[in-house]
């Protein structure tokens, strides 16, 4: 959900994933740590905006957009 909410925002935050998928502020760079190390994601973080580099190679965009709009 943290990789689809960072994808679907126009300035994605750490406030702004938060409030879009109810998961802690705090946590949110190491839920980004966690996607780039063990799915091979490259999220970057400029100032306090994520942008997605690369979705590497196990995960899907479609998949991970519609894991976002089902949950919610």
Do not use: F, H
């Not at 689809?4 to 879009?20: F, G, H, S």
């Amino acid at each position: 959900m943290t990789l689809a909410a960072i994808d679907a925002l126009e300035q994605p935050t750490a406030a702004k994933v938060a409030a879009r998928t109810g998961l802690s502020k705090g946590n949110i760079d190491t839920y980004v740590a966690v996607l780039n190390a063990e799915l091979g994601t490259t999220i970057v973080k400029e100032e306090a905006v994520y942008r997605i580099d690369s979705w590497g190679d196990l995960l899907k965009q479609e998949g991970v957009r519609k894991t976002l709009t089902s949950s919610v």
